[in-house]
């Protein structure tokens, strides 16, 4: 079926495809969203379209006005494609390690984008987006990591879209948590259909949101990129009751299936859904050999970005010459 025109890309933003992964064992499949997508090619599209909107709606920002965002990146773009065109100015507070290519986008887009240092980390990011809102009148911070409106995009878009398109047969939901917005917008619909419906949350080795579930976790440094924390408490989205597992995944282990996708399944993703895909992939195992108990045997996961997004950072590469 051919689609109708529509008036603006952000009208293109969600109804992503859902794909068979072919490394699924039988009988148990596992199907990724391809968020790559979206016309700013990434899942943060959902947010920056759902975000602003409701901002607008109910007066917390009117036209005109600026949005300020820590953001590493995918968000940035995802509200600069939103902004574009919604009649408001953006600024963007990025930690410098993060990817060149999204900076540029965001530029790209009429944005503004601001450096703070790697060594003050998101935090000193966030810090900086308030102490520049209270500069201004008519800004806002929407904030990704604290706004419930984050996980509500998902609860009210992506959530719906999976069901339709499995006729609402989802046996578990695997997928990357960064703000956690993506998974717990999932969970809450996926709970409200079935409540046992298995919900693992994806993070890179050295990650702590293992800790919200009472394991030890060991904090380190990983490559993987859009997911993970170093400090849950910061991460308000989180809700640890609707995890029934954080499921840490190696950057090594997450950088082989990025190749792997590309290679033999023609997706060009980045590392956080190398690392989605290898979680979904083992717990469809579990499933297959009877040690998961779900409603469907089915898996769902999510495949964020584009690996085009990180080319400058060698992902194609080595393991050890992959910048991450
Ligand atoms: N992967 C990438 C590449 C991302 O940019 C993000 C967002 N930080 C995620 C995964 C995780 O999504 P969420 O913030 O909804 O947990």
């Known amino acids: 079926m051919t ?10 933003v969600g109804r ?4 068979s992964v ?11 969203k391809l968020e790559s997508f979206n016309p700013g090619a990434s899942v943060k599209d959902r947010i920056g379209r759902y975000m602003l909107e409701r901002m607008l709606e109910r007066g917390a920002l009117s036209p005109g006005g600026t949005v300020i ?23 963007f507070v990025v930690p410098e390690r993060f990817s060149v290519e999204k900076q540029q986008l965001m530029a790209a887009l009429g944005a503004e984008v601001i450096n703070t240092p790697t060594s003050e980390g998101m935090g000193g990011a966030i810090e900086r987006a308030h102490e520049l809102a209270d500069e201004l009148d008519n800004a806002v ?33 695997v997928a990357g948590c960064g703000t956690a917005g993506t998974l717990m917008g999932l969970a809450r619909y996926a ?9 693992g949350a994806v993070e890179p080795e050295g990650s702590l949101y293992a800790t919200t579930k009472g394991e030890d976790g060991e904090e380190g440094e990983y490559k993987t990129e859009g997911i993970g924390t170093h400090d849950p408490a910061t991460n308000e989205l989180f809700e640890p009751e609707l995890v029934d597992e954080v499921l840490q995944v190696s950057d090594r282990d997450s950088h082989a299936e990025l ?13 956080s859904a190398g690392a989605a895909s290898v979680a979904a992939l083992r717990t469809a195992e579990r499933i297959a050999s009877g040690e998961l108990d779900v409603p469907h045997d089915s898996v769902v996961t999510v495949f964020p970005d ?19």
């Not at 689609?3 to 293109?12: C, R, W």
């Not at 992503?16 to 794909?19: D, H, N």
């Not at 604290?146 to 006729?167: F, K, Q, R, S």
């Not at 990180?310 to 992959?322: C, V």
Request: glycine share 8%; net charge negative; aromatic share 8%.
């Open 22 to 32: 072919h490394a699924a064992p039988d009988p148990v499949p596992v199907y990724a």
């Open 16 to 19: 992503t495809p859902l794909v």
């Open 69 to 91: 965002e820590p953001t590493a990146g995918n968000t940035g773009i995802g509200i600069a494609v939103a902004a574009g065109q919604l009649d408001l100015e953006a600024v």
């Open 191 to 199: 709970r409200e259909r079935h409540p046992e419906t298995y919900i």
């Open 141 to 173: 911070v929407p904030q990704q990591f604290a706004n419930p409106l984050n996980t509500e995009a998902h609860y009210e878009t992506t959530a719906p879209e999976v069901y339709g398109a499995l006729d609402g047969e989802v046996g578990a939901v």
């Open 306 to 324: 584009s690996s085009e997004r990180y080319l400058s950072k060698g992902i194609y590469r080595s393991f050890e010459e992959w910048d991450g």
């Open 3 to 12: 689609a109708p025109p529509v008036d603006s890309v952000l009208e293109t």
């Open 259 to 271: 190749k792997r996708l590309a290679r033999e399944e023609g997706h060009l993703v980045a590392s």
